[in-house]
């Protein structure tokens, strides 16, 4: 597509229950990234997809998400048990190459509000 | 952990004005990146810094990044409405970029 897109834009989820966020990036981005923000911080990075491969999953905050990407396209971000904390709005952005250098394009966000 | 401090957190001003904010690190980031993030969107790059004392302009938008490559500043000059959003810099740490906490803009009506 033209550019990232995100779904949903907003979810609004009960405490406890389990949540999956989708991410399409550009076509032939090789490269996409997670990031979580909350109010009045800056970006917190999650993870990182090389093809459908992710080589740094160091950001994940608990065992409580995780990450997969298929076909070097699609990502989905899933979050079990959601807590109040996970509240933010979480992030994906791709490149056509490692690094911000090379287009990193960021989608507009899925905001999680949990209750 | 690597972090950035930005400052400041918010700034009002009137329409016209010249606007200077930064970020310092106590961290070498061989990348320096300005981001302005609108509500409801995510941040769109406004401008890269790739060398030590390098200055760089983007229309009214001028940034450097210090000759240490631990801190940068960003400059608005004769601010307008459409400038309002929050600004935020990055450094990139291979395939990551580190993030500041923002500088929101309002302009004064």
């Known amino acids: 597509g033209a550019g990232v897109s995100q779904s949903p834009s907003n979810k609004v989820t009960e405490k406890g229950k389990d949540v999956e966020l989708r991410c399409d990036p550009i076509?032939?981005?090789?490269?996409l990234y997670w990031y979580r923000q909350s109010l009045g911080q800056g970006l917190e990075f999650l993870i990182y997809?090389?093809?459908?491969?992710?080589?740094?999953k160091s950001g994940l905050p608990s065992d409580r998400f995780s990450a997969e990407r298929t076909g070097g396209s699609v990502s989905t971000l899933t979050i079990q048990r959601t807590q109040q904390e996970d509240s933010a709005v979480y992030l994906c952005?791709?490149?056509?190459?490692?690094?911000?250098?090379?287009?990193?394009?960021f989608g507009s966000g899925t905001r999680l509000t949990v209750v | 952990g690597q972090q950035l401090n930005q400052s400041p957190q918010s700034m009002f001003i009137q329409e016209g004005e010249d606007v200077s904010m930064n970020c310092t690190s106590s961290?070498?980031?061989?990348?320096w990146l300005w981001y302005k993030q609108d509500p409801g969107e995510g941040p769109v790059l406004l401008i890269a810094?790739?060398?030590a004392g390098e200055l760089t302009s983007n229309g009214r938008l001028t940034a450097q990044f210090g000759i240490t490559r631990k801190d940068s500043f960003l400059n608005i000059s004769a601010s307008i409405p459409s400038d309002v959003g929050i600004y935020f810099c990055?450094?990139?740490?291979?395939?990551?970029?580190?993030w500041g906490a923002g500088t929101k803009l309002i302009i004064k009506p």
């Open positions: 990055a450094g990139q740490f291979y395939y990551q970029l580190i």
């Open positions: 810094l790739y060398k």
């Open positions: 076509s032939g981005h090789t490269a």
């Open positions: 997809f090389q093809g459908n491969s992710a080589p740094d």
């Open positions: 952005a791709s490149s056509s190459y490692r690094g911000p250098n090379y287009g990193y394009t």
């Open positions: 961290s070498i980031f061989n990348t």
